[in-house]
């Protein structure tokens, strides 16, 4: 079912205090009769996250994003990977 017009990415945090969220939302896109798709679908060590990141968003014609945990990490510094995936899918669906 890759690469079908039914599919939907999901960036969100994957952390467990997000996972009962993560789940509601993986539950709506299917209850909804669409296919959720995130980075957690492929476990290949030797793959760069961003070029799997960049295979499952072109392969999506949907996306939810999920940016409101964008915080501060120990060292003070913000993580930005969410905010990034939503710009890949941006420049992705802009450039086609």
Known sequence: MKGHESDVFINCPFDP???AIF?????????????PRCA?????G?????????????ECPRS????????????GLPRFNMPFELGLMMGAKNFG
């Open 17 to 19: 205090e997000y996972q």
């Open 23 to 35: 789940e509601a939302v993986h539950f709506t896109i299917e209850a909804c009769g669409y296919y």
């Open 40 to 44: 957690l679908e492929e476990v290949d």
């Open 46 to 58: 030797a793959d760069l996250r961003f070029n799997k990141l960049c295979r499952i968003v072109a």
């Open 64 to 75: 939810i994003h999920d940016l409101s945990r964008t915080q501060l990490t120990d060292s």
